[in-house]
């Protein structure tokens, strides 16, 4: 058995978590620059505000309702989310949890497990952490999909936890569920199961596995039916897989035109990247940086972008040597004219740092270089908003991102620690 623990409305719950005057209004989390809905409680469902909606769009049906809206503090949520994780991990052993997303978890619950276990892991979550989740069990991982579905789904009925076991309770869920709904069955190809009649799960599943191959992409869609049948075919990852292309991109709190602007920017990401990269003691082989801009019609949006990469001589993991790189990739991508909304920077070829062969001519030790990063990391890790940084990166940065409803980092922080009176 398997099961899949789904922190409801995340955001909105880690928002919450600290408001416990905000438990009964809607609520809803902005994207990046307070562009669209990402988020929504359920009160902000019953009221009409979609998901994906340009908060511009829905400011009115916003206000009119009281909605307490939120820019995206990505700090407290990353903190929240470990905590979750850390709790499930504490539960069933850190190899039996393969953390899927930031609010999600799989679970290898073995041969034991029932309504009961999964009640106590709801229960222990929420009471160690204050964030409220959805278990579903059954025997495999589309399986575990569907029952957490019908788990938030029917909430009252289930108590968001719902196990599936049985065959009688399985083919019941099925048919419950709508085809389009199923993990791993996307837009393009949910339209095409309805155009042949394959409306639910259940239809899907009793379908032949050679038609099934045929219409749902070769081995992947027969890996699919064989989930829906009980048959795990959906292995657990390794949590601990490294990453093998790492990137860092953010869209400009407003529109950039100034050269020195993206030069402050593109730094800034290469050290993030960088920081990341080191997190798994690794080097890269190749950087990517790339630029976006507006097209130029007064009255369309249709972003150009612009990318240019470089092979490095040697992968590095050292901050200053990937920046000379990407700084000037970003100095003959720049135009002066265009108006550019959004840079990122891409590092690949990644290889274990311990393998980067070393310059029998080079007098230089680049141990003194590990030492400077292993120093700044544990810096800005422990003082966080970038104490120590390069001086490429800027001080003022006008270029980023907006958040202009940003709550405090409650968790993360000394400075904005809840006051409890």
């Known amino acids: 058995m398997y099961a899949l623990v789904d ?3 995340f955001y909105c719950s880690c928002e919450r978590l600290f408001r416990p005057d905000l438990e009964s209004r809607p609520v809803v989390v902005l994207s990046n620059n307070d562009g669209c809905v990402i988020a929504r409680s359920d009160e902000a469902k019953q009221i009409g505000v979609p998901m994906g909606a340009p908060f511009f769009q829905y400011r009115d049906l916003i206000e009119s309702n009281q909605v307490a809206v939120f820019s995206s503090n990505y700090n407290l949520y990353g903190d929240l989310s470990m905590r979750v994780m850390d709790t499930l991990r504490g539960m069933v052993g850190e190899s039996n949890v ?3 997303s930031v609010d999600e978890a799989f679970l290898d619950m073995g041969q034991n497990f029932d309504g009961k276990i999964a009640g106590s892991l709801k229960e222990r979550v929420e009471q160690w952490t204050g964030i409220k989740v959805s278990v579903g069990a059954a025997p495999t991982k589309v399986l575990c999909k569907v029952a957490n579905r ?3 789904k029917h909430k009252e009925a289930t108590g968001c936890s719902l196990v599936l076991r049985d065959e009688a309770d399985i083919r019941q869920a099925l048919e419950e569920t709508e085809v389009g709904d199923l993990w791993g069955i996307g837009y393009r190809y949910a339209e095409k199961l309805r155009q042949l009649g394959i409306t639910t799960g259940w239809k899907l599943a009793c379908m ?6 045929k219409n749902l992409g070769g081995v992947t869609g027969l890996r699919i039916h064989r989930e829906l049948h009980g048959e795990a075919c959906i292995p657990f990852k390794d949590p601990l897989e490294n990453k093998k292309m790492i990137s860092t991109t ?7 035109t100034l050269k020195n602007e993206i ?14 990269l080191r997190r798994q003691q690794g080097a890269a082989g190749s950087v990517e940086v790339f630029l976006v801009a507006e097209s130029g019609g007064k009255f369309s949006y249709h972003p150009v972008k612009s990318a240019l990469s470089a092979r490095l001589p040697k992968a590095t993991m050292l901050t200053h040597e990937l ?26 070829d990644l290889v274990p740092d311990e393998r980067v062969q070393g310059n029998l001519f080079t007098a230089k030790s680049r141990e003194g270089d590990r030492y400077l990063m292993e120093a700044l990391d544990n810096i800005n890790f422990s003082q966080r908003d970038e104490k120590v940084k390069f001086g490429a ?29």
């Open 250 to 256: 953010r869209m400009f709190g407003k529109p950039v």
């Open 7 to 9: 922190c409801n409305s």
């Open 263 to 276: 030069r402050e920017a593109v730094a800034t990401y290469t050290a993030r990247a960088a920081e990341k």
């Open 393 to 421: 990166s800027g001080l003022t940065k006008a270029w980023k991102m907006r958040q202009d409803c940003k709550s405090k980092r409650h968790t993360t922080r000394w400075k904005e620690l809840a006051i409890v009176r």
């Open 208 to 213: 032949p596995g050679e038609w099934v191959r």
């Open 150 to 152: 019908l788990a938030k």
């Open 323 to 348: 920046s000379r790189y990407t700084l000037a990739l970003a100095d003959a991508l720049f135009e002066s004219g265009p108006r550019y909304l959004k840079a990122g920077v891409i590092l690949s």
């Open 98 to 100: 393969e953390v899927y």
